[in-house]
């Protein structure tokens, strides 16, 4: 089974980028769809980002502008850019395996392996 570690998160101002990271081990990520998801203090999860093995991508509406999500299959990591960073940013991110983007719900992840977060503060 695939374990996820995700880093990259921190504090930042507003305006400001940032990089997340999602390393895999125990099993090579290009067997996967990967996705990124945040939750913050008192809201449910959301998914932000899903990237296919094939590359195809889809975000939610709200960062599509802002975030890019990639892959690098030869290191087994995959990467979340954050630019123009805003308060409402802030929460705990996520990646996760077999994320699968939905009409009525958004992008999910429910039968894939999940990473522990990490935090992400956008603050002046």
């Known amino acids: 089974q695939v374990q996820l570690v995700e880093s990259g998160g921190g504090l930042v101002q507003p305006g400001e980028s940032l990089r997340l990271s999602c390393a895999a081990s125990?099993?090579?990520?290009?067997?996967?769809?990967i996705g990124w998801f945040r939750q913050a203090p008192g809201k449910e999860r959301e998914g932000l980002s899903c990237i296919y093995r094939n590359g195809r991508t889809y975000y939610k509406d709200s960062v599509k502008d802002r975030f890019t999500i990639s892959r690098d299959n030869a290191k087994n990591t995959a990467y979340l850019q954050m630019n123009s960073l805003k308060p409402e940013d802030t929460a705990v991110y996520f990646c996760a395996t077999e994320c699968i983007p939905t009409t009525t719900r958004g992008i999910l992840a429910d039968f894939g392996s999940w990473g522990q977060g990490t935090q992400v503060t956008v603050s002046s």
């Open positions: 125990g099993a090579t990520l290009d067997k996967y769809a």
